[in-house]
Each structure stands twice: as structure tokens, then as C-alpha cells.
């Protein structure tokens, strides 16, 4: 079978590659197609997920991708093989003899290598600036120069004797001491010197996905960059253009979301109750003083978050070609989750509640003025978006890939040490030791305080992650001192060991905690 064929666009993208494109979209659709793209290998931190760069790699393609963590956007595309991938420049091929891309792969024989100087400088590209030189390493011979155009750079090695300060770049890579080109880049920048000082730091104009079920363009497509939580069930979305969208929990209705946001990607129907054994009753303490149950509204909420990050678009579910349009005359059955994938976030529909309380000034966050509710969750039939939870995708993580990452603020609780609002960067410890500071004064004794900072254990080693057609090599919860991880696609089944994960709840927010520290959703009630 013919193999694929990717067009070169310099600054931009290398045929579907396109640069600023979310992880979850590049491999979701790679997934999509394992007769194009047999072997997947990701990379990355394992004890620092979100913050180190991630690296996604196509042997059997010859292609390696560099996103970087906090966003998880793709900001490097390197070929490294030109044997296993057909390109094209101005419907040119870069290299020649490379018809067949997956014959290539299986013909260890081969000799086809990269372009050559005179092809990439004289036909191709043409004329630019002298590149940079790159010594060789110790007890290797051969040097590196790397000849760069706008947004596009190939390395040639060469003999590293025939190399002098003064020489001619084009003579010496035209001359025999010089080998064909052995990678190619693509990136956002001027040139390769000038793009590698912020390649994972600079913003991204391009976005983060085309919409992947090809749904035509309009408002409600329109990406969310960031989540902004101002407490008491206020929530804003901002957009990566046009203006914010706000969501008030327990007032929000479906309509209004698929106004603002578009039809969910899919919409699946909640029925197992199992934690609903764990709903608001009161305890009391050691001294027999009535207080507050450490899981009062946890199970629900538990419940909630296993669900909406285990279940397929399958199981229960209805895509978005269906209308999001519900029988309110049974709330409990009407219940259901809004999934929007391509946002990095589920919205829980169901009867409206109470608001959650505010938090103590000690967060001295600077919020907007909440507006004055009149909730009447008590009489109102009307279904409202009650919850929202909030998705990290960290690599490693059982729900990863399930949604694109999801950033976001906690604008009330600001940093002890750099005064700004804590976010989806900041490890769990830190945002449960400023929580519990904040919220010190509001418990009735030390035991009560002790029980509600308890967390509660989440299995998710039984069944099949979402992503079981991605396997980790070795285990994940048992093995953090290993610098990095590394997942393949697999045609079988799954070995995953990921561990159990903890949940965590305060006033309006129940996190989902990884054995690393990193909060792997974010529950908003």
C-alpha cells in the first residue's frame, strides 16, 4: 500500500502536522488510521507531565513531533528518516525514489537518503543566509551545518576536517565532503537560531484544531484558551477570539450552551448511583458535636467524574448529529453529560442545586462582583448545567487523550509566593495547603478539619482505559523516579498500570490527584 504524502509548508505545517495543533488532535487522528500510522511511541516526564515537553514519535514514518506541556501545542515537526515519508514542496518531491513510503520501511536494503545541498539550494528552496555550524562530538568526525530558511531548517553532516572559520558555506556543502541532508525541520520563526530560544514558550497564532468532525466554522466552534473560576458557581470561558462566555451553574440552561458553544461532541446518559451512599448527611465529631460529613455531596460527584472520563461516545451516548433536547418532566432520568472533547471539558445537566459557598477572604483573590442569584433549585424543572468538570489530559494519566488539555485559574486563591491565581500548572500540594489556610477558620475543631481533609481513592486499574489502544512500557504509579515514559500503539489489548488516583473536595471544588501531584480533572459544583 502506498504510504502517505506530506506536502512541506514552511512556518506552517507538514500535511495534517499543522504547527499549534493540540496533542489530542494529532493523535486522535492518527489513532484513527493504523494502516497509515502502524507504530505511535509518546514520551515524557514522568514527574513533570505538564511542564516538560511531550514527544510523540512515528518510526515506522520517520517523524517525530515536540509538544510543549503546560498547553500541549505542537511547536517542532522533525523528519528524521527520508526513506519512510513522501515529500512534497509545491507538488515537487523533495526526494526522489520515495513512492511508496511503507515499501520503504520494509525493504531493509534501501539506500534512498536525504535531499542533497544542490537540490535543497539550487531547485528547491533557493538562496538564503549562511546557517550554523555544529562542532562534532567527541571522537566523532563528522560535523553538523544547519542550513536555515523561514520556518524550515535541514542539517547536512560533513567531514569536520574540511571545516575552517571562513569557508564558503555553499562550496563546502556542494563538495564531496558533504553528505545529502539527514533531518528536516518545521517551526514558527525567522530562522532556526532565532525560533529554538522560545520554541515552547512563544504564543501560537495558528489553532488548536480544525474541527475534527468536519463541522463547518461558526461561533460555536470558536476555541476556549482558558477557564477562569470565580467561585459561587461563576465560571468564565475565554475564548482564543471573540468575547467571553459565562457560565453560572445551576442557571446556565442547554440552550445557552449550545448557543455559546455549539452542539456537545457527544452526550452521554448518566444511570449508575452507586456513590450516592455518600450524600450530604450530617456526622458528628469525637467531642459528639454535629458538624459537616468530610463526603457530604463526594459520592455524586465521584460518581461523576469516574463516568465522564471512562465511558466511549458508544456506550450510552449520542453524538452531536442528535438534538441536545431533554424530557424534563423526569429530571433523574434526564440526567446526562454534555461531552465537549474538543474544549477539554464535560458540563453535568441536570435539576439545578444549591450554589456552593463562598470561600473566606483569605484567598484575597481579586473576583468580579458576583451577580445576585435567585435560585429556586428546589421548585424550578427547568434542567441548568449544574457541574463542570475540567480535564488535564496528562500524559500517563487513565482519561488521557480522552479530552484536549484544559487550563485554568482559580481567580480567589492566590499564590503565597508569587501573588498570582494558582492554575492547572500548579502541583496539588501547594493548592491544597493554600485551600486549607484559607479555609482554617471556618472548621469547628481539629478533628473536623482533619476528617475533611481526608481524600477518598478512585480506582482506575479495573477495565480498559479510554485510550486502551495506547499501552504504557512499564508502570506508571510504581516507577516515578524514572525520568520519562514511553507509550505505543498497540494491535492487542492493554498492560497499563496507572494506579489509583485520590479525590480531594473543598467549598465548590473536588479534585482528581495523580500519584505525581498533578490534578488530573477539576470538578466545579
Request: proline residues 7%; glycine residues 8%.
Amino acid at each position: 500500500m502506498e504510504g502517505p504524502v506530506f506536502p512541506v509548508y514552511p512556518n506552517r505545517a507538514l500535511g495534517f502536522f499543522a504547527l499549534g495543533a493540540s496533542l489530542h488532535d494529532i493523535l486522535t487522528r492518527l489513532k484513527a488510521q493504523p494502516h497509515l500510522y502502524p507504530s505511535i511511541h509518546l514520551t515524557y516526564s514522568s514527574q513533570q507531565p505538564i511542564h516538560a515537553p511531550v514527544l510523540l514519535s512515528l518510526p515506522l514514518n520517520g517523524i517525530r513531533l515536540r509538544f510543549d506541556g503546560p498547553e500541549q501545542r505542537l511547536r517542532l515537526i522533525e523528519v528524521l528518516d527520508f526513506t519512510r515519508c513522501r515529500l512534497t514542496y509545491k507538488e515537487n518531491e523533495i526526494v526522489k525514489g520515495v513512492a511508496h513510503a511503507h515499501q520503504a520501511v520494509t525493504l531493509q536494503s534501501s539506500h534512498t537518503t536525504g535531499p542533497t545541498f544542490r537540490n535543497v539550494y539550487n531547485r528547491l528552496f533557493g538562496p538564503t543566509f549562511p546557517g550554523e555550524y555544529v562542532p562534532p562530538g567527541s571522537g566523532d568526525g563528522q560535523a553538523t551545518y544547519v542550513l536555515s530558511y523561514p520556518g524550515l531548517a535541514f542539517s547536512f553532516p560533513f567531514l569536520s576536517s574540511a571545516w575552517a572559520p571562513k569557508t564558503d558555506f555553499v562550496s563546502l556543502l556542494s563538495s564531496s565532503a558533504a553528505s545529502p541532508a539527514s533531518s528536516m525541520a518545521i517551526f514558527s520563526g525567522s530562522s532556526w537560531a532565532d525560533a529554538r530560544q522560545r520554541l515552547f514558550s512563544a504564543p501560537s497564532s495558528n489553532p488548536r484544531s480544525p474541527v475534527l468532525t468536519g463541522r463547518v466554522k461558526d461561533v460555536g466552534s470558536d476555541e476556549v484558551d482558558l477557564v477562569r473560576v470565580h467561585g459561587e458557581g461563576l465560571i468564565e470561558l475565554l475564548r482564543r477570539s471573540g468575547k467571553s462566555v459565562w457560565i453560572t451553574l445551576s442557571e446556565t440552561t442547554p440552550q445557552d450552551l449550545v448557543a455559546e458553544l455549539g452542539p456537545p461532541d457527544a452526550i452521554y446518559r448518566k444511570n449508575d448511583r452507586r456513590l450516592s451512599i455518600h450524600r450530604a448527611h450530617p456526622i458528628r465529631s469525637s467531642q459528639g458535636q454535629e458538624g459537616r460529613d468530610p463526603m457530604a455531596g463526594k459520592g455524586d460527584i465521584i460518581d461523576e467524574i469516574e463516568h465522564s472520563s471512562a465511558h466511549t461516545t458508544t456506550d450510552e451516548s449520542d453524538d452531536e448529529s442528535q438534538s441536545p433536547v431533554h424530557d424534563t418532566r423526569n429530571n433523574h432520568t434526564a440526567e446526562c453529560f454534555y461531552n465537549y472533547f474538543r474544549h477539554g471539558f464535560d458540563v453535568f445537566i441536570s435539576a439545578p442545586t444549591d450554589p456552593s459557598p463562598p470561600l473566606p477572604d483569605g484567598g484575597q483573590g481579586g473576583s468580579v462582583p458576583l451577580r445576585n442569584r435567585t435560585n429556586q433549585a428546589s421548585s424550578s424543572s427547568a434542567l441548568a448545567a449544574t457541574k463542570m468538570l475540567l480535564h488535564g489530559n496528562v500524559p500517563g494519566s487513565y482519561p488521557f487523550n480522552r479530552h484536549r488539555r484544559s487550563r485554568w485559574t482559580l481567580e480567589q486563591v492566590l499564590s503565597s509566593q508569587t501573588g498570582r491565581p494558582l492554575n492547572s500548572e500548579t502541583a496539588f500540594p501547594e493548592i491544597s495547603s493554600r485551600l486549607k489556610e484559607i479555609l482554617r477558620d471556618t472548621y469547628r475543631d481539629e478533628d473536623e478539619e482533619r476528617q475533611l481533609q481526608k481524600g477518598m481513592v478512585l480506582n482506575r486499574d479495573w477495565g480498559d482505559s479510554p485510550g486502551s489502544s495506547c499501552e504504557l512500557l512499564g508502570g506508571w504509579e510504581e516507577n516515578l523516579g524514572m525520568k520519562d515514559r514511553e507509550m505505543t500503539k498497540s494491535s492487542g489489548g492493554t498492560n497499563q498500570v496507572l494506579g489509583n488516583t485520590e479525590i480531594f473536595g473543598f467549598p465548590g471544588m473536588v479534585f482528581e490527584v495523580l500519584g505525581n501531584h498533578m490534578v488530573s480533572c477539576v470538578t466545579l459544583f
